[in-house]
């Protein structure tokens, strides 16, 4: 049997989907069909939705669950109308919280998310660029300006993460491939001589090696690149030197960009220069 | 008088500061300061954010703000005893779904997020990487793969939208600049050759002119490309286009990046390949 749960948004629908998702991941013995339903923004809209809502009830043989965050009261009553087992985030909270903060509310939910501002709107631009022109140790001039520079093996995860840091918080993150190219008399792996200068900016990613030879494996198959030999002697490589130089390290096969993200953040205090919405 | 209000979590933070943030910004007119404050996943690191919460309050001579996404009792129990207004969102959901769903709920926050798993790793992966190598026109021969095609003025958003939507929902997007070499006899811009199968899928951006000069100058500083009759013109030309074409499209001045990514979804249909968690 399953259920359907709407998460619904008079804006992008971003918060009611991360509360939804997280309430529901909850509880996992249940088969639930997550649908988002953004700019619900007028009562036709809305009219429109609780049909779906009431249709989706007799489908199911079920109510829905529906977790919103619309701030306009007509609009709410339409949907608050339809058949539906009701999460109600913003009627749940604001009333004590406008006896805490002993005012009213304002009933302008995504306008005050300064996000679309000038200067954040800049410093978002500045930092995709930042991570576009210094992605992969295209350049190394910049690394002055750069709050981090990631560090690890080709295809290890650095450019989603440097990319996801620069969009959600614009931090203007470099990231520059551990190779061979790089080994010693010795066949140790040494700090390339672009990065010495900026050691206190590294940070680095390790990865399992059977998902890194899957990943190269999809870009030259059959490769010695992609083989798990190399993958294996890489891999070891780098968190040798992440050891010997004392350079922090993050596992990207255990975490998602999101948490790598995040965890580079609290464990560097690395400083936001906006916040996501 | 100011107030200070902590996100807290035992993952990314990202749920409970999503939420903290709508719900805070119905109170504009009280001056918040607002810190996350993820992976508090053991009792020590909860003792210590207590403490930092008492310290705040005796500062700040208010108790602050506590919204949580922390599903362990014992941790919950430390920051519970610290002084502060707590907007308890699992306590005050879960039950009342777990009745609703006549199930008990698995106290595993994050962990059914499955943004980790290898699939959606390896979709995000390739959605990054196919926004990357189809940037900005670099490469037409993959549009066929491609799910949206942005065009638009040089510098008017289309990277960081493209780059967003891979990352946030694994959707491939592909962006192609309408430039001054695409305008025919008459001086009216024409639909670029690469383009013309493609045309289903395009959606278009546009963007105030003066934003656009003020973004164009930090590039190229006193240029005719970044010069306010350069970029009215271009944009005009642009937009009478999409008109001409039925491209759909948005202002990018309008909207965050995120806002300009869900509404694209929401207009188009566009499927995701994964969610955002």
């Known amino acids: 049997m399953q ?57 199911d043989g079920q109510r829905p669950i529906i977790i919103d965050t619309i701030v306009d009261q007509q609009i709410r009553d339409v949907i608050r109308q339809a058949s539906g087992f009701k999460v109600d985030i ?18 302008s939910v995504g306008r005050t998310h300064s996000i679309g501002s000038d200067d954040v709107y800049m410093d978002r631009i500045h930092s995709v660029h930042f991570a576009l022109d210094n992605d992969d140790g295209a350049r190394t001039h910049q690394y002055d300006k750069a709050d981090v520079i990631l560090v690890g093996v080709s295809r290890c995860g650095k450019t989603p993460t440097s990319l996801y840091l620069a969009l959600q918080f614009g931090i203007r993150a470099a990231n520059y491939p551990l190779t061979e190219d790089d080994l010693d008399e010795d066949g140790m792996l040494k700090l390339p001589k ?45 968190e040798a030197l992440y050891r010997r130089l004392h350079v922090p390290y993050i ?23 906006f916040s996501p919405r």
Chains 1, 2 share one sequence.
């Open 90 to 107: 913003f009627s749940t909270f604001l009333e004590p919280l406008e006896q805490e903060l002993a005012t009213h509310s304002s009933y």
């Open 194 to 238: 672009a990065l010495a200068p900026h050691r206190h900016k590294l940070f680095g990613l390790t990865i399992d090696a059977r998902r890194l030879a899957a990943i190269r494996n999809e870009r030259r198959p059959n490769s010695r690149y992609s083989s798990m030999d190399q993958c294996m002697q890489e891999i070891e490589q780098a």
């Open 3 to 59: 259920r359907t749960a709407f998460f619904i948004s008079d804006g992008t629908g971003i918060t009611a989907e991360s509360l939804g998702r997280s309430l529901l991941a909850q509880f996992s013995d249940v088969d639930i069909n997550m649908q988002t339903k953004p700019y619900i923004d007028s009562l036709e809209k809305a009219q429109n939705l609780a049909a779906i809502i009431d249709a989706t009830a007799v489908r």
């Open 251 to 273: 596992d990207a096969t255990r975490f998602s960009v999101e948490e790598i993200s995040t965890r580079m953040i609290a464990e560097t205090g690395l400083a936001r220069r």
